[in-house]
T-cell receptor, first 111, second 114 residues
Framework: GENVEQHPSTLSVQEGDSAVIKCTYSDSASNYFPWYKQELGKRPQLIIDIRSNVGEKKDQRIAVTLNKTAKHFSLHITETQPEDSAVYFCAASGGAQKLVFGQGTRLTINP | DTAVSQTPKYLVTQMGNDKSIKCEQNLGHDTMYWYKQDSKKFLKIMFSYNNKELIINETVPNRFSPKSPDKAHLNLHINSLELGDSAVYFC?????????????FGPGTRLLVL
């Protein structure tokens, strides 16, 4: 089945700097890759997603890139702000009818 | 309007008890899910239902039994609770028949087994 590895597990950046979180997946049939943000004590919420027919997608300060050949995808947050502090999860979905999540990255933005 | 709601938000109970968690979505979605998030924040799917039919049943102890009375509701009943069941349980829903659509999560139910 699908296996998703996410790195790093924790990330601390200065406010205004960029943050990058990387994920790899194992199932070449996976074709949908969402990213979720979970603030402390709250529910996971989708922030951006990408499908396998696209290599990059942007939404304001957030972008996701996908390399199907290498089976990895990354989340890029530019001009980080304190409210970006949260746990971020990548996920991959293929033929198994389910989303498999990465282990999560705790992002801390230092003022 | 609340899209995906769960009750209760908090559940503290003794080992060996039986408890239920309820989930409702008003998004008109066809598919609903239960996830378990452990103390290390790892999110793992437990069950998935599409139009009241079970489509995913992960390696979950049979003490856990989901029930979907209609496509807007998915409940989770847990028998003989154990310490290791302590976690946050999230319900989620999505449109369509599978996980390639956006999943919307409920607020979570924080279960503590003493």
């Amino acid at each position: 089945g699908e296996n998703v590895e996410q790195h790093p597990s924790t990330l601390s950046v200065q406010e205004g700097d960029s943050a990058v979180i990387k994920c790899t997946y194992s199932d070449s049939a996976s074709n949908y890759f969402p990213w979720y943000k979970q603030e402390l004590g709250k529910r996971p919420q989708l922030i951006i997603d990408i499908r396998s027919n696209v290599g990059e997608k942007k939404d304001q300060r957030i972008a996701v890139t996908l390399n199907k050949t290498a089976k990895h995808f990354s989340l890029h947050i530019t001009e980080t702000q304190p409210e970006d502090s949260a746990v971020y999860f990548c996920a991959a979905s293929g033929g198994a009818q389910k989303l498999v999540f990465g282990q999560g990255t705790r992002l801390t933005i230092n003022p | 309007d609340t899209a995906v709601s769960q009750t209760p938000k908090y559940l503290v109970t003794q080992m060996g008890n039986d408890k239920s968690i309820k989930c409702e979505q008003n998004l008109g979605h066809d598919t609903m899910y239960w996830y378990k998030q452990d103390s290390k924040k790892f999110l793992k799917i437990m069950f998935s239902y599409n139009n009241k039919e079970l489509i995913i049943n992960e390696t979950v102890p049979n003490r856990f039994s989901p029930k979907s009375p209609d496509k807007a509701h998915l409940n989770l009943h847990i028998n003989s609770l154990e310490l290791g069941d302590s976690a946050v349980y999230f319900c989620a829903s999505s449109d369509g028949t599978g996980p390639r659509e956006t999943q919307y999560f409920g607020p979570g139910t924080r279960l503590l087994v003493l």
